[in-house]
């Protein structure tokens, strides 16, 4: 609104709604990719140096590692550009909520013992992630203590909270006024 250019997409004979989506889905797109090649050369490159080091049976990649840390990161991507996307049909200046989700509630709650982490996006991601196998995981901090739940209720949790956050945010794109401040 600032730059005064949301005014001339407003004015278009298109359903406000599409113009939220369409700028969703070219930045979830960009998101997407470069997380999840990102992702793949980093499972790919921990796998082919554990086949060249002897290492320890506790500290190898576990078998489909890569392929689960590549859909954990583009889902985290999508929901995260999601929520930025949703804050900032509500507010002026979303990022600063957008940061205390993500420090406080993610790095804090997240890692917080017991069912507490259930409130984070984190814990769904790190059950896509260890699908079962906390053993190969279990010197590492908050693994060993999570209490699991199966990939696909963890992907289909998150499939949910991404359909509520893409609705809500349609549906204030298209009932908001938004008006011009001086």
């Given at each position: 609104?600032?730059?005064?250019t949301?005014?001339?997409?407003?004015?278009?004979?298109?359903?406000?709604?599409?113009?939220?989506?369409?700028?969703?889905?070219?930045?979830?797109?960009?998101?997407?990719?470069?997380?999840?090649?990102?992702?793949?050369?980093?499972?790919?490159?921990a796998?082919?140096?554990?086949?060249?080091?002897?290492?320890r049976p506790?500290?190898?990649?576990?078998?489909?590692?890569?392929?689960?840390?590549?859909?954990?990161?583009?889902?985290?991507?999508?929901?995260?550009?999601?929520?930025?996307?949703g804050?900032?049909?509500?507010?002026?200046?979303?990022?600063?909520v957008?940061?205390?989700?993500?420090f406080?509630?993610?790095?804090?709650?997240?890692?917080?013992?017991?069912?507490?982490?259930?409130?984070?996006i984190?814990?769904?991601?790190?059950?896509?992630?260890?699908?079962?196998?906390?053993?190969?995981?279990?010197?590492?901090?908050?693994?060993?203590?999570?209490?699991?739940?199966?990939?696909?209720?963890?992907?289909?949790?998150?499939?949910?909270?991404?359909?509520?956050?893409?609705?809500?945010?349609?549906?204030?794109?298209?009932?908001?006024?938004?008006?011009?401040?001086?």
């Amino acid at each position: 609104m600032e730059s005064k250019t949301l005014t001339y997409l407003f004015t278009r004979p298109v359903p406000r709604w599409t113009l939220f989506l369409g700028r969703w889905a070219a930045s979830a797109l960009i998101v997407a990719v470069l997380l999840g090649v990102s992702a793949w050369w980093i499972g790919f490159d921990a796998t082919s140096m554990a086949e060249n080091v002897k290492l320890r049976p506790r500290h190898q990649v576990p078998d489909g590692f890569t392929g689960r840390f590549v859909v954990a990161s583009v889902l985290s991507g999508v929901l995260y550009t999601t929520m930025a996307a949703g804050l900032s049909t509500f507010m002026k200046r979303a990022i600063i909520v957008g940061l205390s989700y993500a420090f406080v509630l993610e790095m804090v709650v997240g890692n917080m013992p017991g069912s507490t982490m259930r409130l984070s996006i984190q814990y769904y991601l790190r059950n896509i992630i260890l699908d079962g196998e906390v053993k190969a995981f279990s010197n590492f901090g908050p693994f060993s203590t999570m209490e699991l739940i199966t990939p696909s209720e963890a992907l289909l949790r998150l499939g949910l909270v991404l359909i509520a956050l893409l609705v809500s945010g349609c549906y204030v794109v298209q009932r908001r006024q938004y008006v011009l401040s001086s």
